[in-house]
């Protein structure tokens, strides 16, 4: 594939991937329903554990550059049969969040241009397949237009909601605000971190275009984890800020539509069309970053024949146009299956308890695969085993935590989902080496 990015570009990306404004539209609300007035502190929490998976990240690409990224990092750590369980790992998750990223942009898209179909699942699932078929003709064209788009996208968001938490900051506080809430128990705040994994998720999207950067080696990662920092940071002075001027009641009763609530809470009118224009633009970038990820790491795959050897292809643009049209006509498929549920949010409910999960698990998986690999370099004891095994074991009680506290469909999902990747791993790990030997 060609090399078309630079460090900035990256930085971008992984800020685009992340979505602020999609964010705290669709995960926002939840974290506050279950954090309360320490949701501020669940995601420095959630963050505090995603820097030092970056942090991995960083050193696992210096290692070893791929496409494949986390799953080639597994593959190589712990051999083909784990990289193939990885790859379902992955494969699941990111399904999951190009579903849960068009949900939500089918409602906020229908709230502007046809409020009396906002809630109804059928126009919903329709509108939400017409935002997957635009990011992926769009990602067809080439990745150099895809990121340009993502850019301007990711600033012009960062600027709407400066402004709105300035707004926000200076406003009357709400009588009972969220911010001045009791603090909830333990197992709650844990609950609010995994649900931040969601709203923290995408920055490594990065690590999948090494074989794009320009210097494939560093941009990737120091991009990822400048991308994480840097909407973290935005993220968490807007949750400060937002907390002020909503309620607990407020937000639970807005869990898809926090962003639209805050709106309303600080002036209404222009202020709710503003925010409503900048989660659809959110919804946008983040979209097109996480079919970004999904494709270049399908072609990984196909080029380890863990998938068909077709999706290992490139076309005379030297893109995997393949993977792209075919994960695309997925994700409509998956969209349009969403009208099945009884209602949008139940939908989205749905989707985003399986995207946290499987995202966690992929990340835990990331940062042990670096643990192994560097077990024996002292040049590497910090950020190559101490701060990945920190990790690890971080994401693994809040993972057992977060399931533990689910309901009973909910759990049943997790583990038909979970076991069905275990059957896939041991057909496609069948006669295959690693990538490298350690």
Do not use: K
Not at 155 to 173: G, K, Q, R, S
Not at 237 to 264: I, K, N, P, Q
Not at 289 to 314: K, N
């Amino acid at each position: 594939m060609r090399r078309v990015l630079g460090f900035g570009d990256l930085l971008l990306i992984a800020a685009a991937a992340i979505g602020p404004a999609f964010s705290l539209a669709t995960t926002l609300g939840p974290m506050v329903a279950a954090g309360g007035s320490a949701t501020p502190l669940a995601l420095v929490l959630v963050t505090a554990v995603m820097v030092c998976v970056a942090i991995a990240y960083r050193r696992l690409g210096a290692r070893y550059p791929n496409a494949g990224s986390a799953y080639t990092w597994v593959r190589i750590a712990f051999g083909p049969r784990a990289g193939a369980y990885a790859a379902w790992v992955l494969i699941v998750a990111n399904l999951f969040a190009i579903i849960a990223t068009a949900v939500p942009a089918g409602t906020y898209t229908l709230s502007l241009v046809a409020p009396s179909l906002a809630g109804a699942p059928r126009a919903d699932a329709l509108v939400g397949a017409l935002w997957v078929l635009g990011a992926g003709v769009l990602l067809f064209r080439g990745l150099r237009p895809t990121s340009r788009l993502a850019n301007v996208l990711a600033i012009a968001e960062f600027v709407v909601l400066a402004i709105a938490a300035a707004f926000a900051a200076v406003h009357v506080p709400a009588v009972h605000s969220a911010a001045a809430a009791p603090p909830p128990a333990a197992g709650a705040l844990i609950g609010a971190v995994a649900i931040g994994i969601w709203m923290i998720d995408g920055w490594e999207v990065s690590a999948s275009t090494a074989e794009e950067a320009r210097a494939g080696n560093t941009a990737p990662g120091a991009g990822g984890l400048a991308g994480l920092l840097l909407t973290a940071a935005v993220l968490w002075l807007c949750m400060a800020a937002f907390l002020r001027v909503g309620t607990l009641d407020g937000f639970a009763a807005h869990e898809g539509d926090a962003m639209a609530y805050v709106g309303d809470a600080i002036g209404g009118g222009g202020w709710r069309i503003a925010i409503t224009a900048t989660v659809l633009v959110s919804l946008a970038a983040s979209l097109q970053t996480t079919l970004i990820y999904l494709t270049r790491s399908f072609f990984a795959m196909g080029r380890d024949g863990v998938l068909p050897e077709r999706f290992g292809t490139l076309d005379r643009r030297d893109q995997p146009a393949f993977a792209v049209a075919l994960l695309t006509a997925i994700g409509i498929a998956g969209m349009l299956a969403s009208a099945l549920f009884p209602s949008v949010r139940a939908a989205f409910d749905f989707i985003l308890s399986g995207t946290t999960f499987f995202l966690g698990v992929l990340f835990l998986l990331s940062a042990a695969a670096a643990v192994r690999i560097f077990v024996r370099e002292r040049t590497a004891w910090l950020d190559g085993v101490v701060l990945p095994a920190l990790a690890t074991l971080a994401l693994l009680g809040v993972l057992a935590v977060s399931v533990a506290l689910a309901d009973r469909p909910t759990q049943l999902f997790l583990l038909v989902a979970a076991l069905a990747g275990v059957p896939f791993a041991w057909w496609r790990g069948i006669g295959r080496s690693p990538v490298a030997q350690l």
